[in-house]
């Protein structure tokens, strides 16, 4: 399969293309960078997917499936600039649906969407019948997003699946979460401090179980928008994350905890995968724990 893939210097682009040529597949990536990276494993297009013209390069290499990965991935940053944030999700994914119209084709689009959509859930574990209430920028402009992959399955027959990703982690990424816990596991301090009370809950999962899902539901996607949670069912606290986090380093830190959660972060989340254990036979994601020991066996 011939795959391109926008924002593919980021941590899911990047990570995914790296996946998919493992697996044989063609890759063409797309980033505001000149170069790719340098173990980049596929093509390059040197573009910006809020401004340029897409369309000749669809047209010319004719991809059989999409992902649009160009954006950001921040509360936080939505916050204090919710006009850029809004400008690098739902603008940059309208120019690329605009450069596939133009170039006449009709690849698969994998659309990342995020649990952000859902902000506090009713009930947990939250199913993709849940309630769209985001509680951040980000969150809004995702919906945003989603509703711009409807359109396209709508109006231009697009096969489109929008994948809303929960707490997804790597060896590639370098922010967030676990990677801040990390650089405070290693600094001198010896207290890890955080901004919650500990108790706040995630449902993780690693780059390379979410690659692999998203292959499968590129491969078998139907006509049509098909919407569904990638995650790995299970949850777990803040305050359990940082204990196996130190267990894994031999860091034995006091956890601080300050008890004012982050704008726009939701207090639980855990997700219902009823429908990608039926769209992915045999999903069967690795466990935090062994997830945890990759990625911090590959950071510096």
């Known amino acids: ?23 044989g597949h063609e890759v063409l990536g797309f980033s505001r960078s000149s170069q790719p990276e340098r173990d980049w494993p596929g093509l390059h297009v040197h573009a910006d997917c809020l401004h340029t013209d897409l369309s000749a390069a669809f047209r010319t290499w004719r991809p059989e499936a999409i992902l649009h990965a160009a954006g950001t991935a921040s509360v936080g940053d939505s916050l204090s600039d919710p006009l850029q944030d809004l400008r690098a999700l739902a603008m940059t994914l309208g120019n690329t649906l605009d ?52 359109e396209a399955a709508e109006l231009m027959g697009l096969r489109v699946v929008i994948c809303r990703f929960f707490s997804v982690y790597g060896p590639r990424q370098r922010r967030l979460l676990i990677w801040e816990i990390h650089q405070q596991l290693l600094a001198d301090s ?66 601080m905890c300050h008890g004012s959660p982050r704008p726009g972060d939701p207090r639980h989340w855990s997700a219902d995968i009823t429908r990608l254990r039926s769209l992915v036979p045999g999903w069967k994601p690795r466990s935090l724990q062994d997830g945890l020991a990759e990625t911090l066996a590959q950071w510096p």
């Open 99 to 150: 450069g596939i119209r133009r170039a006449g084709i009709s690849p698969v689009l994998l659309i990342p969407s995020s649990a952000a959509v859902y902000g506090n859930p009713a009930t947990l574990p939250v199913a993709e019948t849940g309630a769209i209430a985001p509680i951040s920028p980000y969150g809004f402009h995702k919906a945003a997003c989603e509703i711009l992959g409807h």
């Open 1 to 23: 399969m011939r795959i391109a893939i926008t924002g593919s210097r980021g941590f899911l682009g990047g990570s995914f293309g790296r996946h998919a040529a493992a697996q």
């Open 190 to 255: 010896p207290v890890i401090e955080i901004q919650g009370t500990g108790s706040e809950t995630r449902d993780f999962l690693h780059i390379d179980d979410a690659s692999a899902a998203l292959l499968t539901l590129a491969q078998h996607a139907k006509r049509g928008a098909t919407v569904v949670n990638v995650a790995s069912g299970t949850e777990f606290s803040v305050s359990q994350l940082i204990e196996e986090m130190k267990r894994l380093t031999d860091r034995d830190k006091m956890l």
